[in-house]
């Protein structure tokens, strides 16, 4: 019986061992997630933006002309669809067909957000289309959140304003979300976006993941199909929205440095955290 306690327990460390090897490459490795806005007015730039390699993700805006064929396209390249819901702003700019704004009553503004939903095909999650104003209104962040619960659909702050509560409702409304860490092309200029690149990659090498969003320009669009190539070479992943959600996830469960005094209860530990995240990563290929 002693032997076969023994050997059970060498065989969990041994496993444990090497589980720990995969958990800390697949979580620790820096990674990144590109968000590309505003597709949907453009057919051959939101084309050349879904050929972009790797799992580059799409927000597309509602009842935009090309909104449907680019979200079945990007959905045929095995690459995530968002909602780019457009939202009221400070500044006055034009909002679009299907814009929630700050005016609109309850019913009204859960009707235009289903029906933003229910026009594009396949989608995943939903990020704000400028929305510096409304992103800073409990009461219609709330009615947001409420709508993407129905919907299972992830929330993404563009955090277009500082004042945003949008990242916060959608917590406690308890909606997986992520924030904007970086826009990549408010200056379209090559030398702009390399500077907000390397911006991106230092936050996500200091903190384990980062999120940037760009637009389908061309400066931008030249940009990534050189860059994303040779992210491997430098140390960083890319991942979706959700993938990065995964990872965030499998971070958080991340079991406690090992206590050389109870290894056979680091090791159990250490191959319980391996499960769990081996349930995440099939539930991340269910939502694809």
Same mark, same amino acid.
């Given at each position: 019986?002693?032997?076969?306690?023994?050997?059970?327990?060498?065989?969990?460390? %041994?496993? #444990?061992?090497? #589980?720990?090897?995969?958990?800390?490459?697949?979580?620790?490795?820096?990674?990144?997630?590109?968000?590309?806005?505003?597709?949907?007015?453009?057919?051959?730039?939101?084309?050349?933006?879904?050929?972009?390699?790797?799992?580059?993700?799409?927000?597309?805006?509602?009842?935009?002309?090309?909104?449907? *064929?680019?979200?079945?396209?990007?959905?045929?390249?095995? *690459?995530?669809?968002?909602?780019?819901?457009?939202?009221?702003?400070?500044?006055?700019?034009? +909002?679009?067909?299907?814009?929630?704004?700050?005016?609109?009553?309850?019913?009204? %503004?859960?009707?235009?957000?289903?029906?933003? =939903?229910?026009?594009?095909?396949?989608?995943?999650?939903?990020?704000?289309?400028?929305?510096?104003?409304?992103?800073?209104?409990?009461?219609?962040?709330?009615?947001?959140?409420?709508?993407?619960?129905?919907?299972?659909?992830?929330?993404?702050?563009?955090?277009?304003?500082?004042?945003?509560?949008?990242?916060?409702?959608?917590?406690?409304?308890?909606?997986?979300?992520?924030?904007?860490?970086? %826009?990549?092309?408010?200056?379209?200029?090559?030398?702009?976006?390399?500077?907000? %690149?390397?911006?991106?990659?230092?936050? #996500?090498?200091?903190?384990?993941?980062?999120?940037?969003?760009?637009?389908?320009?061309?400066?931008?669009?030249?940009? +990534?199909?050189?860059?994303?190539?040779?992210?491997?070479?430098?140390?960083?992943?890319?991942?979706?929205?959700?993938?990065?959600?995964?990872?965030? *996830?499998?971070?958080?469960? *991340?079991?406690?440095?090992?206590?050389?005094?109870?290894?056979?209860?680091?090791?159990?530990?250490?191959?319980?955290?391996?499960? =769990?995240?081996?349930?995440?990563?099939?539930?991340?290929?269910?939502?694809?």
């Amino acid at each position: 019986m002693t032997k076969n306690i023994i050997k059970i327990v060498g065989m969990l460390l %041994f496993s #444990a061992l090497l #589980a720990r090897g995969t958990a800390a490459d697949s979580v620790e490795q820096a990674t990144i997630t590109l968000i590309i806005d505003d597709m949907g007015n453009n057919l051959s730039m939101g084309m050349r933006a879904i050929a972009l390699p790797g799992p580059v993700t799409y927000a597309i805006l509602p009842h935009s002309p090309y909104s449907e *064929k680019l979200a079945i396209a990007a959905h045929i390249n095995q *690459k995530e669809v968002m909602l780019h819901m457009p939202m009221d702003n400070l500044e006055g700019r034009p +909002l679009g067909p299907g814009a929630l704004t700050r005016n609109l009553s309850r019913a009204d %503004f859960q009707a235009t957000l289903e029906r933003a =939903i229910r026009s594009i095909p396949y989608l995943q999650g939903v990020n704000n289309h400028m929305g510096s104003q409304l992103t800073q209104y409990p009461r219609q962040m709330a009615w947001l959140m409420t709508t993407l619960k129905e919907h299972s659909l992830y929330f993404v702050d563009s955090r277009t304003s500082r004042a945003s509560i949008a990242g916060i409702t959608a917590q406690r409304s308890n909606i997986p979300n992520l924030d904007r860490d970086v %826009f990549l092309d408010h200056d379209p200029q090559p030398q702009a976006i390399d500077a907000q %690149f390397k911006r991106l990659l230092k936050r #996500a090498k200091q903190e384990g993941s980062a999120v940037a969003i760009g637009h389908p320009y061309p400066s931008t669009l030249g940009y +990534l199909e050189n860059v994303i190539p040779k992210l491997d070479s430098m140390g960083v992943r890319l991942v979706s929205p959700a993938g990065l959600l995964v990872v965030r *996830k499998s971070a958080s469960l *991340k079991p406690s440095a090992p206590d050389d005094t109870s290894p056979t209860i680091t090791a159990m530990a250490t191959a319980t955290q391996c499960l =769990i995240t081996e349930q995440l990563d099939r539930q991340l290929v269910n939502c694809g």
